[in-house]
């Protein structure tokens, strides 16, 4: 099955600098790779998502990329907020909503003021 | 946007008793939820596929008889954890689909 890996696990940056979090995937197949951000007791929300047609997309501050033949894709966050502040978790899946996600282990963001 | 809830949000129990998580899609209509399981400062892990009208598909190393499910209409799942005992305690997120996976706010379940 799929195995997504996730790093670093813990970022702190300065409020206005950048944040990059890293995955990668193993299965070959997958196709549709979403981010999400989790508070602290809360659900996931979608942040941003790319298909495997795609090697990047940008929504205002967020960007990834996705590289299909080394099996990675990044999320890229600029001018960081101290609302940033979250957990992050990228994830795999072989089609859009209609195959299970497999989820990387997370990163704790920290913007620090 | 698609909007999912669950409930109860908070629930504490006696070891040995079971719970039952219900997950609703408020606004549209779902054929497949997923019930997940999150620790403490861990990730999500994929418990369950549940379709409407028929089994529920198990990952691997899931019980299927601790962990029922039943997908009985096109907006409704429920997850039951029977017997449950402390080892049992987590967020339990469900998320359903429509274009892409929405989830829940979970349901907080600890047992003495």
């Known amino acids: 099955g799929e195995n997504v890996e996730q790093h670093p696990s813990t970022l702190s940056v300065q409020e206005g600098d950048s944040a990059v979090i890293k995955c990668t995937y193993s299965?070959?197949?997958?196709?549709?790779f979403p981010w999400y951000k989790q508070e602290l007791g809360k659900r996931p929300q979608l942040i941003i998502d790319i298909r495997s047609n795609v090697g990047e997309k940008k929504d205002q501050r967020i960007a990834v990329t996705l590289n299909k033949t080394a099996k990675h894709f990044s999320l890229h966050i600029t001018e960081t907020q101290p609302e940033d502040s979250a957990v992050y978790f990228c994830?795999?899946?072989?089609?859009?909503?209609?195959?299970?996600?497999?989820f990387g282990t997370g990163t704790r963001l920290t913007i620090i003021p | 946007g698609a909007v999912v809830s669950q409930h109860p949000s908070r629930v504490i129990c006696k070891s040995g008793t079971s719970v039952k998580i219900e997950c609703r899609s408020l606004?549209?209509?779902?054929?497949?939820m997923f019930w997940y399981r999150q620790f403490p400062k861990q990730s999500l892990m994929l418990m369950a596929t549940s379709n409407e009208g028929s089994k529920a598909t198990y990952e691997q190393g899931v019980e299927k008889d601790k962990f029922l499910i039943n997908h009985a209409s096109l907006t409704l799942s429920t997850l039951t954890v029977t017997s449950a005992h402390p080892e049992d305690s987590s967020f339990y997120i469900c998320s359903a689909i429509k274009g892409t996976q929405y989830f829940g706010p979970g349901t907080r379940l600890t047992v003495l």
């Open positions: 606004d549209f209509q779902a054929t497949t």
């Open positions: 994830a795999a899946s072989r089609a859009i909503g209609n195959e299970k996600l497999t």
């Open positions: 299965d070959s197949a997958s196709n549709y």
